[in-house]
């Protein structure tokens, strides 16, 4: 009892899978994806094979509706496999076969422009148009979008023997940890009572501590910021001697070497530069008079 998005995003080619489900650790099941090649997601009486299949025959070039065939040709149990496939075009597919187990509950997919909803057990077929609308209406991260997606399609009914686990899983060239994987994010929700809650906790982790900063939000480090770092490293009692405002190269090394025992790692930006979503969220937690 699980339904899922699949999507791509024109604007820089990032493809992904949002899921969520009353079965545990999802995320280890449904979603599979390679960057600049496409994402699947497989659920129902899931057969992983079709991700890791699906993705070699979107790589040697086939459509997504070709992959499907070529999928269920070889599968004994087709008819009780529900899944979807999206290509580094945008173009998806979905099967949901005659015999998928869905108790009282509706099972199907949903098309839209550059996505595909999908689910079994379901409240009813809005479930999966709502979260197709809902993406397709929606701007910002694909990251974003997916998540926005699967909470509309909670609010629609979503599954109806409730929630358990969620995932997401979202593909850039070398938008992963220090840009030296494809893995742009991946977090999976594995037993909770708001999973999709959580994963939208986790996500806003994820960004501060994955992502790097926005040159937007860079601002240099001048004697009134360097007087405030100082105060929210003494507040976290971070070994080391503090200065008067003088920012100069121990100050510096002391400041990474914080951002990194903060978790911010790829957002130290050579200790000159400060990033304004990384000090508003250190005076969150560290700032007596922002608590």
Not at 50 to 79: F, Y
Not at 243 to 258: I, P, Q, S, V
Request: charge should be negative.
């Amino acid at each position: 009892m699980t339904y899922s998005i699949l999507g791509w995003d024109a604007a820089n080619g990032d493809l992904g899978v949002a899921v969520q489900s009353k079965f545990p650790g999802v995320g280890s099941l449904v979603p599979y994806g390679e960057a600049e090649v496409g994402a699947v997601a497989t659920q129902a009486f899931a057969n992983p094979r079709h991700g890791s299949a699906g993705l070699m025959l979107l790589k040697c070039g086939a459509t997504p509706g070709q992959a499907v065939d070529v999928l269920l040709n070889d599968d004994a149990d087709r008819d009780k496999r529900q899944f979807a496939l999206v290509d580094r075009r945008g173009r998806v597919a979905a099967h949901t076969g005659a015999e998928v187990l869905t108790w009282d509950g509706w099972a199907g997919s949903s098309e839209g422009r550059h996505c595909v909803a999908l689910g079994n057990g379901l409240m009813s077929s809005a479930v999966v148009h709502r979260m197709v609308s809902t993406f397709e209406g929606s701007g910002g991260p694909l990251a974003e979008r997916l998540m926005a997606a699967l909470q509309s399609g909670e609010a629609a009914g979503g599954d109806i023997r409730g929630q358990q686990s969620a995932a997401l899983l979202v593909l850039r060239p070398d938008g992963g940890y220090g840009s030296l994987d494809d893995r742009h994010v991946v977090i999976s929700v594995y037993d909770h009572a708001h999973p999709i809650d959580e994963l939208v906790r986790c996500y806003a982790m994820h960004r501060l501590s994955y992502f790097p900063s926005e040159p937007s939000q860079l601002v240099p480090i001048g004697p009134e910021l360097a007087l405030e770092l100082e105060g929210l490293m003494a507040v976290r009692k971070f070994p080391g001697e503090p200065t008067d405002g003088t920012w100069d190269a121990a100050a510096r090394k002391r400041w990474e070497l914080f951002l990194g025992s903060e978790n911010y790692d790829n957002r130290i930006n050579g200790g000159r530069m400060l990033d304004l979503e990384v000090l508003a969220d250190l005076r969150r937690r560290y700032d007596p008079q922002e608590g």
